[in-house]
Structures are given as structure tokens and as C-alpha cells.
């Protein structure tokens, strides 16, 4: 008698992959100066004392409900709010600071912390200081790929975003652009904690390996020409690349073509001073665009950027501000390796369309 094989056992059907939408990152619902609204009602009409969410509400005049739940989330996000005891909510130590300065620069150093605190918002701003703004369709493809902002609060998250850093004067428009300031150490944005806490995740994401070169092209001349020892190889060696720049005792013998076209075919991104547009840089630049590589620009002046270049990031720096070397040599290690990691942000062909 033929014995019947038994059917092998069916496998368990795969877990359904969960339809449920992937969160989108948080960031406060309001722009700073609404979300210091209920720590200022408090302060004015409760001597600044814990309070209930339902006072807190009346203080303001409104409902407790959706609307003054939006506000309490806002002020909470930039860190304006404490809750001392369950179901109770009292201004922070920072609203004080803010709302009650104690000395002329309390309150505009308080309002830049507020943001540096908030979601996200802290971050797309250490991520773009010292730069315009992109224009509004790469700003909303950096926010949705680099930042995670959910598509449909892209709109109102770009709203907050400008309204908070004008409020907190981090940045202003003019000329069609919005530039971000790269704020005074005094008021935060230029902390050691937070500026290596950037280049650390954004060297996770470029994977810089061993023997990964950067070319710097910038004139032989004084000032700028001193600038290499002093920030540009600093800066490059922080992003944990080797700097690499064509020698200008050579510039005269014929040899230094090849030595440019070698140095930026060889390198993984580059660097270009456009101060005084120096007419060396320019052609190195053009080497670099046929060669499809990614570029940081750096210039002290906007007006010696060339129209077909501004859609690329480009760093300005001040050197009216007394810290302007410090934050230069941390702006561009963090853009090297944001260049790296997001090429389609520095690389020419991708910026201009062709």
C-alpha cells in the first residue's frame, strides 16, 4: 500500500506591511511669536506662576480646546513652557529670559535659543546659516528628503520656519532671497556641541573614506591666498578629507594645467573662493562642472557670485563679525560633507537644469 506524502505544511502568510503613513518630523505648529503668547498671558496675569492649561487658556481669551492645544504644543516645542505638576503649565526659565530681560541682549539671545530648540526648525537652520536660502523648489526637496517634513505640512512648516528666524533676527529677505545669519556664539548657533553634533551626523551620511581628497581652488594672493593655511585646510581636515591645492610656485612652467585637472579629477568634492572672482577659479570651475563634480562655494560678497552659480549653496561669510574664522572652518566642513552626501545640491549640471 503506497503511503500518501503529507502535504508540506503552508508557511505562515508575511506579517501586511503596516499601511499606516510614516510619520513626518515634528516641528512647532506656530511661528515663535505666537507660541510665546500663553507663557506671556501667564507672566502678565498670574505673576508668572504654574497654572492650569484651562486658566492658562483664559488668560489668552480663548476656548481650552483644539486651538489653545495648538499653541501650548508651539510654545512647549521651542521650550517656552514647563510643566511643573501633572495637567499644570508655567513659562520656562527662557520665556523670562525672553519676555523679562535682564540686560539688552537677553531677549534677542533668548528668542535665537527658541529656535535652535525647536524640531527641526533647529536643525534646517544650522544646516543653511550663513547661506540664501534655496529657492522654493529645492528648499521643499531638501526638506522632504534631507529633514523628513511630510508633504503635506511642507507649505506651513516653510511659514514657521521664516516668520520664527525674521522674529528671532536670524535671517531677513531682501532681493528675492532670504539669507540666514550665522548668529553670534553668544547666542548659541555657534556651539561647539552643536556644530560637531552636525558634522558627526552629516559624516555618517557621506561615508568619507581613508585617501578622499579636496581641491581647493582660490587665488595665490594675499589676503585670500593666506586663507588655505588658516581655513581651508582646517576646515577640509575636520571633514576628514586631504586638502589638495595647485602650487603656485609652479603656476609659470606649463605644468600647472595638468596638476589642476589631476587634483580636481581626483578629488571627491571641491572648494571654491569666489571673492574678487578671480579668473583662475573660474576656469578651475568650469574644469569641475565638465567633470559633473560637487562644489562648495564660499564668498564674502554676493555680488561676486555670478547669476548661473546662485543656485548652487554657497557659503558668505562677514568679516566684520569677530568670530567669522571659526564659524567659516565649521560652515565648510559641514557643507563638504553635506556636498558629498547630497551631490544634487552641489553639483552645476543638476542646479541648472540641463
Known amino acids: 500500500m503506497a503511503v500518501k506524502k503529507k502535504a508540506p505544511a503552508k508557511k505562515k502568510a508575511a506579517k501586511k506591511a503596516s499601511s499606516k503613513p510614516k510619520k513626518g518630523a515634528d ?8 507660541a510665546l503668547r500663553i507663557p506671556k498671558a501667564i507672566i502678565e496675569q498670574n505673576a508668572g506662576k504654574a497654572c492650569t492649561s484651562q486658566q492658562a487658556a483664559s488668560y489668552l481669551g480663548i476656548k481650552y480646546g483644539p486651538g489653545y492645544r495648538i499653541e501650548a504644543s508651539a510654545a512647549n516645542k521651542f521650550g517656552l513652557t514647563s510643566a511643573p505638576e501633572r495637567g499644570q ?16 541682549q537677553d531677549e534677542v539671545i ?20 550663513g547661506e540664501n536660502l534655496p529657492d522654493t523648489k529645492f528648499f521643499k526637496n531638501a526638506l522632504l528628503d534631507n529633514f523628513n517634513v511630510s508633504q503635506d505640512k511642507i507649505d506651513s512648516f516653510i511659514q514657521v520656519f521664516l516668520e ?16 540666514l545669519f550665522d548668529v553670534d556664539i553668544v547666542g548659541g548657533a555657534g556651539s561647539a556641541q552643536g556644530e560637531s553634533a552636525e558634522i558627526k551626523r552629516l559624516g555618517k551620511k557621506a561615508n568619507v573614506e581613508s585617501g578622499d581628497t579636496c581641491f581647493v581652488m582660490m587665488p595665490f594672493a594675499s589676503p585670500i591666498g593666506g586663507y588655505y593655511e588658516k581655513i581651508y585646510e582646517p576646515a577640509i581636515k575636520k571633514a576628514g578629507l586631504t586638502p589638495v591645492r595647485a602650487d603656485d610656485d609652479i603656476f609659470g612652467t606649463g605644468k600647472i594645467i595638468d596638476q589642476v585637472w589631476r587634483g580636481i579629477n581626483n578629488s571627491r568634492v571641491l572648494v571654491a573662493e569666489l571673492t574678487n572672482r578671480n579668473p583662475n577659479v573660474f576656469y578651475e570651475l568650469g574644469l569641475s562642472h565638465a567633470l559633473k563634480k560637487p562644489v562648495v562655494l564660499v564668498s564674502s560678497n554676493e555680488a561676486d557670485v555670478p547669476f548661473d552659480l546662485k543656485h548652487i549653496r554657497v557659503i558668505y561669510y562677514d568679516m566684520q563679525d569677530p568670530f567669522w574664522g571659526n564659524k ?3 560652515k565648510i566642513a559641514e557643507n563638504i560633507l553635506s556636498a558629498i552626501a547630497n551631490p544634487e545640491e552641489a553639483v552645476f549640471e543638476s542646479a541648472i537644469g540641463k
Open 27 to 34: 516641528f512647532p505648529g506656530l511661528s515663535l511669536e505666537r
Open 110 to 129: 533668548g528668542l535665537q535659543e527658541a529656535i535652535l530648540n525647536a524640531p527641526t526648525l533647529g536643525d534646517v537652520y544650522r544646516h543653511y546659516r
Open 89 to 104: 503649565v508655567a513659562p520656562s526659565d527662557l520665556a523670562f529670559k525672553i519676555l523679562r530681560p535682564q540686560t539688552p
Open 164 to 179: 520664527s528666524v525674521a522674529f528671532a533676527q536670524m535671517g531677513e529677505e531682501n532681493d528675492g532671497k532670504f539669507r
Open 328 to 330: 567659516l572652518i565649521d
